[in-house]
Structures are given as C-alpha cells and as structure tokens.
C-alpha cells in the first residue's frame, strides 16, 4: 500500500478545512455556476470551485463577475481566480475573501487562446518566476488557504508541473490539482494519470488528479496510477451532478449506489433550471439552463435506453422554447416518455 493509499482512510484537510470526501467537482466556465455547484454540493461533492474568475473583472466590480463566484452555502466556498497581474491577483483575492471565501484557488491551467494570449492560465506555465509572483501576491493578501490548478506543462517537452507545484508549496500553496495533458493537448488525446505522479514525488501537500475521470472505476485508476490524494471530475458531472458525491461516497464506504430513480433527476433539472434562470434574470437565464436542460435530457435517455428520436424530438421542443412553463410541462412529459422506454 502506498502513502497515499494509507493516508486516504484520513479525511483530506486544505489548511484547516475538512473535505466531505475525495472527489471534487472540477471548474467549468459556463457549467459549474453556482446553482449547479450547490446541487452537486447537496448531493455530496467533496468540495466544488467556482468558475473561473477574472481577478481584473472582480476589481473591477462587474456584476457578471461576482455571479460567477456567488457562495453555494453548502460546504466550503472556493472562488477560482485567474490573471497575470500581481497587484490584481492579491485585489482580487482580497475582494473574494472579503465576500466569503474561505478558499482561493489560482487558474494555470486553462488552455482557451484569450485567455492564454493574455498570459493568464496555462501561459503561466511559459514563465514560472512570474507565476510564483502571483502566486506569492495572493496568498500575501489573504489569511484563507491558496490551492492551484495546473496541466502536466505547456507541451511534452516542458512538463514542468513538478516544479511549479515544489516552488508552489514552498510559498505557502495547500494543495495542487493537476489536469494530465498538456496546455498544447487542450482536450485532445487521453489524460495522463501517470505522469501526474511526478508532482506527488515532488510535494508534501495534498494533490488532486483531474482528467477523463467518468466512473467510480476510473477514479481508482487514476489514484492508484498518480498516487494522489483525491480525484477531480469536470465533464464527467454535466448533466449529473450526483456523480462526484456517489464515487465519493464509494471510495469511502465501497458501496455502489444506483443512480438517482427518473423522476429525482427531474427533480433535480427543474430546480437547476429555475434557479439558474432566477440568477441570471429569465434573458440570460434562459441561455444558460439550455446547456444544463441539453445534458440531463442525454444522461435521462442514455439511463432509459430511450431511442435517439425520443431524446432528439425532446431536445428540439425544450430546448428552443422561451417560456418556462412551457419547459416544465416538457420535461414532465419528456421524463414520462423516457420511463415508458425503461419499462418497455
Ligand atoms: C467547458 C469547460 C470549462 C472549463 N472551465 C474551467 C475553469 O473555469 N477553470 C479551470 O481551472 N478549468 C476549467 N476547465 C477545465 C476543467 O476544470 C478540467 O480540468 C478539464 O475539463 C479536465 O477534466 P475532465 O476530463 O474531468 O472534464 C474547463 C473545462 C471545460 C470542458
């Protein structure tokens, strides 16, 4: 048995802060918004990370901003930032700790080309003294625990995760999350689980591997291959927002669950929808509950072995329609649909 393994029957702690569990729901821009997070939260995700926040933009006081990193109010709340400015790094921490956050985590991972065109994200990795700057200036702002979230290095031949991670920690980071692919990879290829073991080598602070992790199964191969502390699962949660809580909950107990009955996953989807169109406001509202609406009805038909005409004919009447008394009815009668394939 490894370290790791032995250390894992003790819950993980970020500085003083116990986790439920060891699988955390990744961050999502556009997807882990907050109602989201509070439901995947209530079903008992270990910890969840808001979107990516934009230090500039929170400085700056944008209203859009701030809903990106609104608190669940269930379990710690971590608000995510990105940037490459020092000074906005620490303002921004400030802003978020002041707002509640008991938990900030730095961005050096994403990979989008306005986001690393602006030296932010994984364009970090291209410059570690300037990221262990940020780094630096934001756990100076702060008196809450600093995490950060990283790729295995810009391209193969810079796998510098290891580095960052040792001069991270030794400025004062609780804990790593590694993403196995490259910044170059973006989402192409395999996530490497087994590389991320090089940064385990590297640290004494906790360490979270992330990447294609889908299934229960999945999340023991990757712990046991990177020899990390816990999991992380971003894609894998669209759609179901109980899958971090329930591999969790097995990693712990190792009883397998069933997924949740139909008629609580549409208990589930009205509540997100109502509640993401209450935060938006109904315009925005609407745009971002599509994404949401679009996924459970695909996890729904793939449950129910619905045909692929039933979950198309679905998709096309819910998700174009504006009105959500409409939506509601819809997915009433989808859900009822998708129960008579189950029975059939
Ligand atoms: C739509 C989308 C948005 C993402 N937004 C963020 C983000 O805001 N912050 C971040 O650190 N990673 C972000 N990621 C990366 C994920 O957190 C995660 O590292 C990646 O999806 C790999 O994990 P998975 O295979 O379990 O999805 C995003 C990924 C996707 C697909």
């Known amino acids: 048995m490894t370290g790791s393994a032995l250390s894992r029957s003790k819950p993980l702690k970020i500085g003083d802060i116990e986790l439920a569990n060891r699988v955390l729901l990744a961050p999502m821009s556009g997807v882990t918004d907050a109602p989201f997070r509070r439901l995947a939260a209530a079903l008992g995700a270990g ?42 790094m620490a303002e921004g921490a400030r802003i978020a700790e002041a707002a509640g956050a008991e938990i900030i985590d730095i961005n050096m991972g994403c990979p989008a080309r306005h986001v690393t065109g602006g030296q932010s994200g994984s364009a970090l990795m291209r410059d570690l003294d300037h990221a262990l700057r940020l780094i630096e200036a934001t756990i100076s702002a702060v008196k809450v625990p600093v995490t950060l979230k990283m790729r295995l290095g810009w391209d193969d031949r810079s796998l510098n995760a290891p580095e960052l991670a040792r001069r991270a920690e030794q400025a004062g980071v609780r804990m790593i999350s590694v993403h196995g692919r490259t910044r170059c990879q973006f989402y192409k290829g395999e996530a490497d689980w087994r ?41 894998g949660a669209q759609g179901q927002p109980w899958l971090p809580g329930q591999i969790g909950r097995r990693l712990e107990t190792g009883v397998t669950e069933a997924p949740p009955s139909l008629a609580q996953q549409l208990n589930y989807i009205r509540a997100l929808y109502d509640e993401v169109c209450h935060l938006y406001g109904l315009r925005i509202g609407l745009r971002h509950a599509r994404k949401h609406l679009g996924w459970a009805l695909e996890i729904a038909a793939r449950y129910s072995r619905a045909p692929a005409q039933t979950l198309k004919i679905w998709r096309e009447r819910i998700l174009t329609s504006d009105d959500p008394h409409r939506v509601h009815r819809s997915l009433q009668d989808a859900f009822d649909d998708f129960a008579w394939s189950a029975a059939a």
């Open 47 to 88: 910890l969840v990370v808001s979107e990516m926040t934009a230090s500039g933009d929170l400085v700056q006081g944008r209203a859009m901003t701030r809903l990106r990193c609104e608190a669940t109010g269930i379990g710690p709340h971590v608000v995510q930032l990105a940037g490459c400015e020092a000074g906005w």
């Open 195 to 235: 590389a991320v073991r090089a940064v385990k080598d590297a640290i004494n602070i906790p360490l979270v591997v992330n990447g294609d992790i889908t299934s229960f199964e999945k999340a023991v191969s990757a712990l046991e291959m990177s020899d990390a502390d816990a999991v992380m699962i971003g894609r």
